[in-house]
């Protein structure tokens, strides 16, 4: 049987430009009730600590209101532990976070991050909320990750999207091989960052990959094209890779 991969639509760009204005045009609520009308399997948002797009009561709107999966992207502080466990998204996608950075730069770092992540991780498991670990395809991570007890891997993509010809097909065959070890161990796993219309062919192609997420990209396409036609074309282009 043909697999599926399934498109979680990350929708924080909308709350970026609703900020620009400080108002509440456009709405976060309306983009994510479309991401759930044309067919999108999920809703990413990251609730970074100093709200500079998605804001707390988004979450808990849009988790009222719209009946998709929530993938909450976080820090791994004590705050967001709590707001994650109020919330009781669908999964908890656990991120490095820097004030002065402009997007997600990398994956984690497990090994340097371990203590602290372990205690929030069982918080959340306890809470019946599945984690997922956004890392580099890096096989030392990937033990890590099943060893610290992460349901999920996000494969950060964006090396692999912002290379050209023989450095993108190394970057390819690190998450493929990364992502056949985790399949291995039990670990079920994801992609994210930087993803396009070119770039998500050869990504779905990768056997244990069940989900991607994807923000920037559509966001910036629905400017032209509107944000309904922007989500059927990304699952097409998912649909007929496979």
């Not at 990350?10 to 991401?35: C, M, Q, W, Y």
Request: aromatic share 4%; net charge neutral; glycine share 6%.
């Amino acid at each position: 049987m043909k697999k599926k991969v399934k498109l979680g639509v990350n929708i924080d760009h909308v709350a970026t430009l609703r900020n620009a204005r400080g108002e509440f045009h456009p709405s976060v609520l309306k983009a994510a009730t479309i991401v759930k009308t044309e067919g999108g399997d999920g809703i990413t948002v990251h609730l970074r600590e100093d709200r500079r797009h998605i804001r707390d009561a988004d979450v808990f709107e849009i988790k009222k209101n719209v009946a998709l999966p929530i993938n909450f992207e976080m820090a791994a502080t004590i705050e967001m532990q709590n707001i994650a466990i109020k919330l009781k998204p669908n999964s908890c996608c656990i991120v490095p976070e820097k004030r002065e950075e402009i997007t997600t730069e990398g994956g984690l770092d497990i090994a340097k991050n371990y203590e602290n992540l372990s205690a929030i991780i069982k918080k959340l498991k306890d809470n019946n909320i599945l984690v997922s670990l956004f890392i580099d395809a890096d096989l030392e991570q990937v033990k890590l990750a099943q060893k610290i007890g992460a349901d999920i891997l996000e494969f950060h993509t964006g090396r692999y999207c912002h290379t050209l010809a023989d450095a993108r097909k190394h970057e390819l065959k690190k998450i493929s091989d990364a992502a056949k070890l985790a399949g291995s161990l039990g670990i079920i796993c994801h992609a994210g960052h930087g993803l396009t219309y070119e770039t998500v062919p050869d990504i779905v192609k990768i056997p244990e990959i069940s989900e991607l997420n994807i923000g920037h990209f559509l966001i910036g396409e629905a400017i032209f094209d509107g944000l309904e036609n922007t989500i059927k074309k990304m699952k097409n282009v998912i649909e007929t890779s496979l």
